[in-house]
């Protein structure tokens, strides 16, 4: 009796820590509760409620599976685990936890408008759709359905009916925040720039201090060619986050579209303090050392990419990887670079593009054969790609394979006629005839 007691003085305390916002000593009055009697399913999901204000969204899941364990199939349980899940950036268990909360509960919206989230999230369209239509069923007023929605039709460029389901939601609740600043990137996919600005401004009139927003208003405004303007904004966001790389990072591009070399430099240099491993921030010095004709600088940053691709390289996106391989071919380092364009190959074996890097790597190492059959592979998978037909033409005429060369050489310009390049490797084809000919009578004498 002393024990139930106890317990039930540590929950009375837990509910006035809460309400006073007081979240770590309510967590610890819960728990308290909890070690005196742990079999209380309510109590669990206080403790889940508690963490999940505190921010310690992992804690709160644990919490969670606590009280599932206790009370299955509770839909309010279940709807909190998948909400967690989604900010534990889990969309998979999310959508296990929202469509068993759904199904416990067929009459409630909420689980179906964050399971949009979800298979959004898991790029799982259809499913975002009919979770979508089932919601809107129930509740044909939510603007979260809305705004869910527009992210899957934004995630497949469906434009005009993502600017409709953000305009729906802003109608049904205007104070939701950044609803302006997603339709303002929706009209600016859809070049209506100067609607997208007006749509920024209204955001930053509601939310002054909303970097992200500045961001995106500033890049913009950088493609309207307002480039003052574009810098403005984005010197705002760093008055409010000296620390924010993306800000550093963006007026870097600036900087490289109005052709100020240093400046850019000086930014990424910046954005590489805050954040060693910014996407793109290495590649772009790289880039500016190798126009100033720099090796050794753009190296530098090139190798410290590389070893960070080594280290982590599932985050790279294929296209990064083939703007690193051939920064790493102009840097004259391709043995790295060849590397890399494996990577490329491995992930991709259907892309002719990255056949014909590979290509090119291991013709800049003479691996003649290897090249070959890189660019056959190119070839296969894209026969009109003049490229691969110019090395391809190059390589057998170093190998003295005149015809077949020639043929290559035929293929290329009936596909374009008037390329120079084709023309200088038809004399140069002319040319290794004529020197082995003359070779060859010699050897006769």
Not at 184 to 211: N, S, T, W
Not at 255 to 272: G, H, I, K, N, T
Not at 290 to 296: E, F, G, V
Not at 366 to 385: F, T, V
Request: aromatic share 6%.
């Amino acid at each position: 009796m002393n024990e139930w007691f106890e317990a039930e003085r540590h929950i009375e305390r837990a509910h006035e820590h809460y309400e006073a916002g007081r979240w770590d000593d309510a967590a610890t009055e819960l728990r308290e509760a909890l070690a005196r009697d742990p079999s209380r399913a309510e109590w669990h999901f206080n403790l889940a409620l508690t963490l999940e204000a505190a921010g310690r969204y992992e804690d709160a899941i644990r919490a969670l599976n606590d009280a599932n364990t206790l009370q299955p199939g509770d839909p309010t349980t279940l709807l909190l685990l998948g909400v967690n899940a989604l900010r534990v950036d889990n969309p998979r268990a999310a959508a296990t936890y929202l469509d068993a909360a759904s199904k416990a509960d067929p009459e409630r919206p909420d689980p179906l408008v964050h399971l949009i989230e979800a298979n959004t999230r898991l790029k799982d369209h259809d499913r975002a759709e009919i979770a979508f239509y089932q919601s809107v069923q129930l509740d044909p007023d939510n603007p979260a359905a809305f705004a869910n929605i527009a992210e899957s039709l934004i995630d497949r460029a469906r434009y005009e009916r993502a600017a409709y389901c953000l305009e729906q939601a802003i109608r049904l609740d205007p104070t939701q925040p950044r609803l302006h600043a997603r339709l303002a990137a929706v009209r600016a996919e859809l070049h209506q720039f100067d609607r997208a600005r007006d749509l920024y401004l209204r955001e930053l009139r509601d939310a002054p201090g909303d970097i992200e927003t500045l961001l995106d208003l500033g890049c913009l405004l950088a493609r309207m060619g307002r480039a003052a303007e574009a810098s403005e904004k984005l010197r705002r966001a760093l008055e409010l986050d000296p620390d924010c790389a993306e800000a550093h990072f963006r007026l870097a591009e600036l900087a490289l579209d109005q052709q100020r070399p240093s400046d850019a430099a000086e930014s990424l240099r910046a954005v590489l303090r805050v954040d060693p491993n910014f996407p793109g921030a290495r590649r772009h010095l790289a880039r500016i050392a190798l126009d100033a004709r720099d090796i050794p600088a753009a190296r530098r940053p090139l190798r410290a990419e590389l070893q960070n691709f080594r280290r982590l390289p599932k985050p790279y996106e294929t296209h990064e990887l083939i703007d690193l391989a051939d920064l790493l071919l102009s840097a004259r380092l391709p043995s790295d670079a060849a590397e890399v364009a494996g990577v490329i190959v491995d992930r991709d074996p259907h892309s002719a593009d990255a056949w014909h890097l590979l290509a090119v790597c291991l013709f800049t190492l003479g691996k003649h054969a290897p090249g070959i059959d890189a660019e056959r592979r190119a070839l296969r998978l894209d026969p009109m790609r003049l490229p691969a037909l110019h090395n391809m033409a190059l390589a057998c005429i170093h190998a003295g394979e005149w015809s077949r060369a020639g043929r290559l050489i035929n293929h290329a310009q009936r596909i374009d006629p008037d390329d120079e390049s084709l023309r200088r490797l038809r004399l140069t084809l002319r040319l290794r005839q004529a020197i082995a000919a003359c070779r060859w009578l010699l050897g006769r004498r």
